[in-house]
């Protein structure tokens, strides 16, 4: 069987089922990070890649390749109600690139790290005979208390998600901002069950969230906060959107909304639907990584 | 400028002139690993990566390549005088390759995992639309006691390497085993001034360790412990030894050789030479990653 005959989830299933861990690891694959306890507290830990020909074109600019990368891991690192602390930058690169776009790569780098009070301890950088290609290793810090894993939704739990869903591509895809501030705000003042950031879009990543919260979902369609000219398939299905998704009590609904209107009033916060018994199929699907 | 015309130390240089650091990062990029203060004690952190037509062929077996990703970075976490701790692995494949190659990649890995007791915390699968990529981050602990740089090399040290030189492209690149166990044994009896491990070859290598340290060298090329049938060129250049280099203190010396040979028979040390003022001109080049 090929990869692309697969699909992402069996694939990474697959190739998770028996990897070795000792009692360390409080979390190994399968959620946002992984969490690990290291000197007295617990890291999380994550990896990411973006690659030329999929997740930016070789004339994208390389400042916003290089914002974009770390953001991924960042974003990753917030859905899971921690503070990222220390990156390692892999590139691969062909040597025909000129230097300057690899400096271009790592300013985008700096300036994401500035931001968001990264370091960027570390880096490899190798050839490549084919396309460009970029992983990130991102290391944060979470306190027990507000660690928000992908597994706690409750059957009843309210779905929100932050900011708009779909069209991505057009551009909020290379300069889009973690919603670090919001998951710390949210972790302070009303601890989701469950969340995850929307990186493969709601058709894909919902469904990841319930399965691993042992629950099914309801989403409310013509409640999706679509960006404008979107259609409710590409609010789904785009994907890349770096939104937040949680699943929180009913009962704090209401008062969550409000306030979240006086913290962030430039960020759209929307109730989508509910966790619940039901485990519908979503179509379209969003973006699998081999098909 | 591009990057071959300008060879890989001056592309690190450049790249990582500016990056953000805050007061927790010790070591920043430059040595083997970088080193950061996390929960009370000091982590290490290693990014490194595997090609596709650079690092092994489309042809070298799935699980081979694993074990070489991984032990590279375990290299790395060692010459620094840690333990490594936890790895994740960012993959970027064909989609055409057959799920059993990846299967069998990460058979590999786990392999390297369980023989030096490393978690495989996390991972991420990207498609790929030409070569495979494989990039492994690590992480490692270090006691500030035993933790070695390659800045601590003082005139008139003695410098000793690990094993035999050359040749490692006949087959030793993709089965070599880091030197964990020789690590923690030398950094418990017999404190390195300045370690590294052996990567580009020794006439890469070598004058980096100098450098950071702020001397010269000299080798007493007679005395190279050449792999059978390499010439000592190859012992200088080919790179991929996976060997350690260290500088220690003249008077220990005859002990520790005497001691090795008893601590681990089967694994030549051999006095290569030694820290000078000399800052000799060695051809031919080791491995660099853009000529």
Same mark, same amino acid.
């Given at each position: 069987m090929k990869l692309n005959e697969i699909g992402e989830d069996a694939v990474v299933e697959s190739i998770t089922r028996d990897l070795r861990f000792d009692e360390r690891v409080e979390i190994g694959p399968g959620d946002d990070c992984a969490v690990v306890r290291f000197g007295g507290g617990l890291q999380l830990l994550k990896t990411d890649c973006v690659v030329e020909g999929i997740?930016?074109? /070789?004339?994208? @600019?390389a400042q916003a390749v290089g914002w974009k990368a770390l953001c991924r891991a960042i974003s990753d690192i917030a859905a899971m109600g921690g503070d990222p602390l220390d990156a390692m930058i892999t590139v691969a690169v062909? @040597? %025909?690139? @000129?230097l300057a776009w690899l400096t271009d790569l790592y300013i985008g780098l700096n300036r994401a790290a500035a931001r968001y009070g990264v370091n960027l301890v570390g880096g490899e950088t190798s050839r490549s005979p084919g396309p460009t290609f970029i992983a990130v290793a991102l290391t944060g810090k979470v306190d027990k208390e507000r660690l928000v894993t992908r597994a706690g939704g409750m059957l009843g739990d309210r779905l929100y998600v932050t900011g708009e869903l779909g069209?991505?591509?057009? *551009?909020k895809h290379l300069g889009f901002e973690p919603r670090l501030a919001e998951t710390r705000w949210l972790t302070a003042n009303f601890p989701p069950h469950a969340m995850m950031d929307l990186s493969d879009g709601l058709a894909s990543d919902l469904p990841r969230l319930a399965k691993a919260s042992g629950t099914g979902f309801e989403i409310e369609f013509s409640a999706l906060p679509k960006t /404008? *000219?979107?259609?409710v398939e590409q609010a789904l /299905? %785009?994907?890349? %959107?770096?939104e937040l998704l949680f699943a929180i009590s009913e009962n704090v609904g209401p008062k969550l909304e409000k306030d979240w209107q006086h913290a962030f009033p430039e960020l759209a916060l929307t109730c989508i639907g509910r966790l619940t018994e039901t485990k519908p199929e979503i179509h379209p699907h969003g973006y699998d990584h081999f098909r």
């Open positions: 997740h930016f074109l /070789a004339d994208t @600019p062909s @040597p %025909d690139r @000129p069209g991505s591509i057009g *551009g /404008a *000219g979107c259609s /299905a %785009d994907g890349e %959107d770096y």
